[in-house]
């Protein structure tokens, strides 16, 4: 038997920090999305600025905070705003990449937080879309993270939360929202992207010891599935090294 190197979460860590490119501004969220953020800060991405919804941008926390609203986001930050003003901020154009997490999340890139099943009636109420439909709609990029399961990945939410492409192509052109839409989609199984013609969710990695054939059974809509699909690389010693020793030492979220 093989040694289990990483954690799932650890290798979730590792896969957002490989998205983002250095120089860009990112609006990060509470958990894996902060921990991805600070280790390409740390591996790649020294100019990387991380956004805060509580206003901070581009601080240098000391350790890992706990949620985006955590004081430590402020520590050492050159830019501290208002919660209005760092969306002001992405409305200007200045969110390169946009993290985000919900219930559901369909074909089209779509997200559902506020409820399952009908609006008026719920079965579960969730908590609504804080910041998510400013940042949906004004990044450039937006990155969703999430649970790969039928009931999270249905052919369409029950309640459109956050815009993703809304019903394909040229819709959110027509609704006027100015950022590309969504980007990437990373679960516990995979990552995928959207196809550039029909804006429908498509595979592009399987992670190491699933296959597409299982990520389709996982999800509740036809996926798009390449021909060339290929594995997730899983994380190098130095990715392991920097995260368990300084992005995220207590295993706040990576555990």
């Not at 991380?50 to 050492?76: N, R």
Request: charged share 20%; with cysteine.
């Amino acid at each position: 038997m093989s040694e289990v190197r990483y954690t799932p979460r650890e290798l979730l860590a590792c896969v957002a920090a490989r998205l983002i490119n250095d120089g860009e501004s990112v609006f990060v969220g509470t958990g894996l999305p902060l921990v991805g953020a600070l280790l390409a800060h740390k591996m790649h991405a020294p100019q990387m600025m991380a956004i805060y919804e509580g206003g901070a941008i581009g601080a240098e926390p000391p350790v890992l905070p706990w949620s985006v609203a955590d004081s430590l986001t402020f520590y050492k930050a050159p830019i501290i705003l208002s919660m209005s003003s760092v969306f002001g901020h992405s409305r200007a154009g200045y969110a390169d990449v946009g993290f985000l997490g919900g219930a559901q999340i369909d074909m089209y890139g779509n997200i559902n937080a506020t409820c399952i099943g009908d609006y008026d009636n719920p079965k579960v109420r969730l908590t609504g879309s804080g910041g998510a439909n400013d940042i949906a709609s004004l990044c450039d990029r937006v990155i969703f993270m999430g649970l790969h399961l039928p009931e999270r990945f249905p052919e369409k939410c029950d309640y459109i939360t956050t815009p993703g492409f809304l019903n394909g192509p040229g819709e959110r052109e027509k609704a006027g929202l100015p950022g590309k839409g969504p980007w990437r989609v990373i679960s516990h199984l995979g990552v995928m992207g959207f196809d550039e013609e029909t804006c429908r969710m498509k595979l592009i990695s399987c992670h190491p010891g699933v296959t597409p054939e299982i990520i389709q059974q996982f999800t509740g809509f036809e996926m798009i599935i390449p021909d060339d699909v290929e594995v997730t690389p899983e994380p190098t010693d130095e990715e392991l090294r920097i995260l368990r020793n300084e992005v995220d030492p207590n295993h706040l979220f990576c555990f």
